[in-house]
């Protein structure tokens, strides 16, 4: 499973509120949740984030609530692939769950700056920063094999329910 985009790099400790804010919950489509992501950071960072795909974030990333909707509005904002040191254990869980890629790796992470272009190949572990490759410990089979079909619901053969996160 390959995935590319431009990165937006944030720090560390970026938790649920910040990703999506709690007073959306009632909202559950995906393309109308991406409308309030990242809103205490602003619209110019959410349409960087639109247009790269890629997010790149320090230590503890998703920490906060369990919400699935930091992912999920990730997801209906056309991110493919968020790059972390480290994530909350229940936040790359929501992720592998819902389709979202995901490489945890310090070194990687330290190492792209804000624009720079990402290619990833899950399965390989590898990662490619502006032309400069990188190596990092793939995810287990079945962690793959969610992602590659699309999360745990397709995985299962499975259809979500329309109009929920």
Request: with cysteine; charged share 20%; aromatic share 6%.
């Amino acid at each position: 499973m390959k995935v590319a985009g431009i990165a937006t790099v944030l720090g560390d400790d970026i938790d649920t509120d910040i990703i999506f804010p709690g007073r959306y919950l009632a909202v559950l489509k995906r393309e109308e949740q991406a409308r309030h992501l990242f809103e205490p950071l602003g619209e110019a960072l959410r349409q960087q984030v639109i247009a790269g795909g890629v997010i790149v974030a320090g230590w503890n990333f998703g920490c906060g609530s369990s919400r699935e909707h930091a992912v999920t509005a990730m997801i209906g904002a056309g991110v493919r692939l968020v790059v972390a040191k480290s994530f909350s254990r229940i936040f790359f869980r929501n992720a592998v769950n819902n389709g979202l890629a995901v490489v945890m790796d310090a070194a990687i992470a330290g190492a792209i700056a804000d624009g720079d272009a990402i290619e990833a190949d899950l399965q390989a572990g590898a990662v490619t920063v502006a032309s400069r490759p990188h190596r990092f410990a793939p995810l287990p089979a079945e962690v793959l094999a969610i992602l590659m079909a699309g999360g745990l619901w397709a995985a299962k053969g499975l259809r979500a329910v329309e109009g929920t996160a």
